[in-house]
């Protein structure tokens, strides 16, 4: 990825642009998978009995409100199905794609039909998550040590897949901060209160038949900015395997990374640095990752696959 190339040629926004000269001027840009791998959590997927439960149907309570329990969990304890959306429908260990890792046998495939509601069509983009199990195994990580996450994906070619505009694969990470907060009226006081959020990645495709030109292509998307909006990232102008990369400093700020390949992340694969929303991220929780498709009973998503999501401490 030629970075100084891509500003040159206007591919980022105004904003990202300001964004990237603020970031740098208080930058603690850990390199994710420096420091030391948490080895409780993260997959390799090499184990041949590698399977994911789905217990069917799924939740959609961002929808409907019904999380219909128990959810879908790996036979390895490591992933599950989250209350707010669903899981993919396919999830499965899959041989390693060529071009991956060396020694990798196996890698993880997911891919989703029913998006949104089960067996009631939307006709809208939806997404379902698959989650690694960060908290659940060794408790929040203070972001003082410097978390980072980083994962191989697999972007298969531009002819494979769905026919749709818009984000198709998400890589993110669950973090929280303390927000101040108001109870309103006349005896309005002020609290403070956990907050959620969610930045990370997602890979777009802009397909041929919305835009009228000759070709598909695609880019990465960050989210999110200091306002929270979505940022167009780098062009990814060759399929196969990819590296994605997500750490947080000490002062709470997101950092993004990509390269094509599966070489380790190094300082020249920075993409940007962001407070996303403004907020200081105090609190790794964990992250996963999204699949989004038209929920339209027909349309399945396009086909992802993933091969050694790690989360690492301590890096620089």
């Given amino acids: 990825m030629n970075l100084s190339r891509w500003l040159t040629n206007g591919l980022l926004s105004a904003g990202l642009v300001l964004a990237w000269g603020h970031g740098f001027a208080r930058a603690q840009n850990i390199v994710p998978g420096s420091g030391q791998r948490i080895p409780e959590v993260g997959d390799d997927f090499e184990d041949p009995k590698w399977e994911f439960n789905l217990n069917l149907p799924k939740s959609s309570k961002n929808i409907d409100g019904q999380t219909r329990l128990p959810g879908g969990r790996s036979a390895n304890d490591k992933w599950y199905e989250p209350e707010l959306r669903g899981e993919p429908d396919v999830v499965r260990r899959v041989p390693t794609p060529a071009g991956g890792l060396p020694g990798s046998k196996g890698a993880m495939m997911f891919q989703t039909l029913w998006s949104g509601t089960p067996g009631r069509p939307s006709f809208k983009p939806q997404q379902d998550d698959l989650v690694c199990d960060v908290d659940g195994k060794v408790g929040d990580i203070p972001i003082s040590r410097t978390p980072s996450v980083v994962v191989r994906v697999f972007?298969?070619?531009?002819?494979?897949?769905?026919?749709?505009?818009?984000?198709?694969?998400?890589?993110?990470?669950?973090?929280?901060?303390?927000?101040?907060?108001?109870?309103?009226?006349?005896?309005?006081?002020?609290?403070?209160?956990?907050?959620?959020?969610?930045?990370?990645?997602?890979?777009?495709?802009?397909?041929?038949?919305?835009?009228?030109?000759?070709?598909?292509?695609?880019?990465?998307?960050?989210?999110?900015?200091?306002?929270?909006?979505?940022?167009?990232?780098?062009?990814?102008?060759?399929?196969?395997?990819?590296?994605?990369?997500?750490?947080?400093?000490?002062?709470?700020?997101?950092?993004?990374?990509?390269?094509?390949?599966?070489?380790?992340?190094?300082?020249?694969?920075?993409?940007?640095?962001?407070?996303?929303?403004?907020?200081?991220?105090?609190?790794?929780?964990?992250?996963?990752?999204?699949?989004?498709?038209?929920?339209?009973?027909?349309?399945?998503?396009?086909?992802?696959?993933?091969?050694?999501?790690?989360?690492?401490?301590?890096?620089?």
Avoid: C
Avoid at 158 to 187: C, I, L, P, Q, Y
């Fill in 155 to 316: 972007v298969p070619p531009f002819d494979e897949w769905e026919k749709r505009t818009g984000n198709s694969f998400g890589f993110r990470m669950g973090v929280t901060t303390t927000k101040t907060a108001s109870s309103g009226g006349f005896f309005s006081r002020s609290y403070t209160k956990l907050e959620p959020y969610w930045p990370g990645m997602f890979i777009n495709l802009n397909y041929k038949g919305d835009s009228g030109e000759k070709e598909n292509s695609a880019n990465l998307v960050i989210r999110g900015d200091e306002l929270g909006r979505d940022i167009q990232g780098p062009p990814i102008t060759k399929t196969g395997w990819w590296t994605l990369g997500v750490s947080f400093g000490s002062n709470g700020q997101a950092n993004y990374y990509a390269k094509p390949g599966v070489e380790n992340l190094t300082a020249k694969d920075h993409i940007v640095s962001y407070m996303p929303y403004g907020y200081h991220a105090q609190m790794f929780q964990t992250f996963f990752f999204n699949v989004v498709n038209m929920d339209d009973g027909k349309s399945w998503s396009t086909v992802w696959i993933v091969d050694d999501p790690m989360v690492y401490t301590g890096g620089r």
